[in-house]
């Protein structure tokens, strides 16, 4: 029972950090970190990305167009590329490593405690791919709360909103951090010693021959 447990708990904490690393990489390449609405012309609706801004017409469709130099990008957006890279490795490194440590894989059976080590090692490459997918969202997030409520801007000037994006990267960000955290639960949960199972076989593998003979067991 508790190896079907553990078995269950390794399968759930592997499918979200997968899901959390897809999802890591559509928050990298999804145009829709900033929305900004025109109250002028409401058939006209921008979007900011970590690459481009695109703008969206009724009529047009969407138009995007990329920027044009990174060091001209404020500093949350140059921080946010190199940190969700950073993430979407660490999530496939994870995904690649605790793969590797799950129990229900026949390769390397007789090895349970270098398995356990690759799940440990799965989990905390889980644990870090979710923060460095959390801090540049949260940053984002914050700069434009910061800019949304700036007394200095004056009211009929348009405002920065939350995106898809930010939501769609703290979903991915958690599911990172509870897959890491339920592969870690996995690998440090206590497995049953085959040692006394062993020797209760072997003692009685010694008694068969003397009880079918019907004389005593020397040891006794």
Not at 2 to 28: E, H, K, P, Y
């Amino acid at each position: 029972m508790a190896l079907i447990f553990r078995i269950a708990m390794q399968s759930v904490g592997l499918l979200l950090s997968f899901l959390g690393w897809i999802l890591s990489i559509i928050t990298t390449y999804l145009p829709h970190w900033k929305n900004l609405n025109l109250d002028l012309n409401e058939m006209e609706n921008w979007t900011m990305g970590l690459w481009q801004t695109c703008v969206i017409q009724e009529e047009v469709g969407m138009q995007c167009k990329d920027f044009d130099s990174f060091l001209a990008l404020p500093a949350e957006l140059r921080v946010s590329r190199i940190l969700m890279f950073l993430s979407n490795g660490l999530g496939f490194l994870g995904l690649l490593v605790s793969g590797f440590g799950l129990d229900c894989l026949r390769i390397g059976e007789s090895q349970r405690d270098l398995k356990r080590r690759l799940l440990i090692l799965g989990g905390i490459l889980s644990w870090a791919s979710g923060i460095t997918a959390l801090v540049p969202v949260s940053w984002v997030a914050h700069k434009t709360v910061q800019e949304f409520w700036d007394e200095n801007v004056p009211d009929f000037v348009p405002r920065w909103e939350f995106g898809e994006a930010l939501f769609l990267g703290w979903f991915a960000g958690l599911s990172l951090l509870l897959g890491g955290c339920l592969l870690h639960c996995a690998a440090c949960s206590s497995h049953a010693p085959p040692a006394s199972g062993h020797y209760a076989v072997a003692q009685m593998q010694t008694q068969c021959p003397y009880l079918e003979d019907g004389t005593a067991d020397p040891q006794v």
